[in-house]
């Protein structure tokens, strides 16, 4: 699992974790009883704070995403795959739904709006069907 952080990008390092960790269950990289990295491994992997990896796993745990194993660590959750991928559903909505404010507040209508989107879906088709 390659999980990677952005300080500069305005989203909260333990958010951006939780977001990837998420992304990773929903995807089915990380599965159902798979243990992952320790609070001190994660911290030292993305050159991060343990306090802020020990956050994002609290909170993962809370959501039932994460479970602890006594002597053995911290492991996904079976049924979390299902919450991640309607977290992901959300989150990705979320986003969409702040470019299209920004691009209305910016003077685009609709119909400029909607070509531009039927572009960019097309391109990150193609895109992703490159990749696979």
Same mark, same amino acid.
Not at 52 to 81: D, P
Not at 108 to 131: C, H, P, V, W, Y
């Given at each position: 699992?390659?999980? =990677?952080?952005?300080? !500069?990008?305005?989203?909260?390092?333990?958010?951006?974790? *939780?977001?990837?960790?998420?992304?990773?269950?929903?995807?089915?990289?990380?599965?159902?009883?798979?243990v992952?990295?320790?609070?001190r491994?994660?911290?030292?992997?993305?050159?991060?704070?343990?306090n802020?990896?020990?956050?994002?796993?609290?909170?993962?745990?809370?959501?039932?995403?994460?479970?602890?194993?006594?002597?053995r660590?911290?492991?996904?959750?079976?049924?979390?795959?299902?919450?991640?991928?309607?977290?992901?559903?959300?989150?990705?909505?979320?986003?969409?739904?702040?470019?299209?404010?920004e691009? *209305?507040?910016?003077?685009? !209508?609709?119909?400029?709006?909607?070509?531009?989107?039927?572009?960019?879906?097309?391109?990150?088709?193609?895109?992703?069907?490159?990749? =696979?």
């Amino acid at each position: 699992m390659q999980l =990677s952080i952005d300080p !500069d990008n305005g989203i909260p390092i333990y958010e951006q974790l *939780i977001r990837q960790i998420k992304y990773a269950v929903a995807e089915g990289i990380l599965m159902p009883g798979q243990v992952i990295p320790s609070v001190r491994d994660m911290a030292k992997q993305l050159t991060v704070n343990p306090n802020t990896v020990q956050r994002a796993y609290f909170q993962l745990q809370s959501e039932e995403i994460l479970q602890s194993l006594r002597g053995r660590g911290v492991a996904v959750c079976e049924g979390a795959k299902k919450q991640c991928v309607v977290d992901r559903q959300q989150i990705l909505a979320e986003r969409l739904s702040a470019v299209l404010d920004e691009a *209305i507040r910016g003077g685009l !209508d609709e119909d400029r709006l909607r070509t531009m989107f039927e572009k960019a879906l097309k391109n990150a088709i193609r895109s992703g069907e490159k990749q =696979s």
